[in-house]
């Protein structure tokens, strides 16, 4: 069974930074494509960034492209998600995500995601 789980969330100023971490159970971590989704208030759970299992190939929603960096330590089972220039409209539950099928390109559609984290919860304040 995977299990993810998220840390870092919190509160920070506009113009701030954050660290988002994502500790993974499981052996073959290193295949899996990795994705952080977001979900703000009232609205619907959209993709942030993903990352393929050697950790060469990056995607970003282009909201974020040039603040946030996704990365990931296959050693330590664990996916980042740098954030800088924090603006508040990036107030959200930020969610990790596993792809554990292997799969030829990183992709940002939810639905090839099978495992899921519950949540951390970042609020930036203007």
């Known amino acids: 069974q995977v299990q993810l789980a998220e840390s870092g969330g919190g509160l920070v100023q506009a113009g701030g930074s954050l660290r988002l971490s994502c500790a993974a159970s499981?052996?073959?971590?290193?295949?899996?494509?990795m994705g952080w989704f977001r979900q703000a208030p009232g609205k619907e759970r959209e993709f942030v960034a993903a990352?393929?299992?050697?950790?060469?190939?990056?995607i970003y929603t282009d909201s974020v492209k040039g603040r946030f960096f996704i990365s990931r330590d296959n050693a330590k089972n664990t996916v980042f998600l740098q954030m800088n220039s924090l603006k508040p409209e990036d107030t959200a539950v930020y969610y990790c995500?596993?792809?554990?099928?292997?799969?030829?390109?990183?992709?940002?559609?939810?639905?090839?995601?099978?495992?899921w984290g519950q949540g951390t919860r970042v609020t930036v304040s203007s």
């Open positions: 990352i393929g299992g050697s950790g060469d190939s990056t």
């Open positions: 995500a596993a792809d554990s099928r292997p799969r030829p390109m990183v992709v940002s559609t939810q639905g090839t995601y099978d495992y």
């Open positions: 499981g052996r073959t971590f290193s295949i899996w494509t």
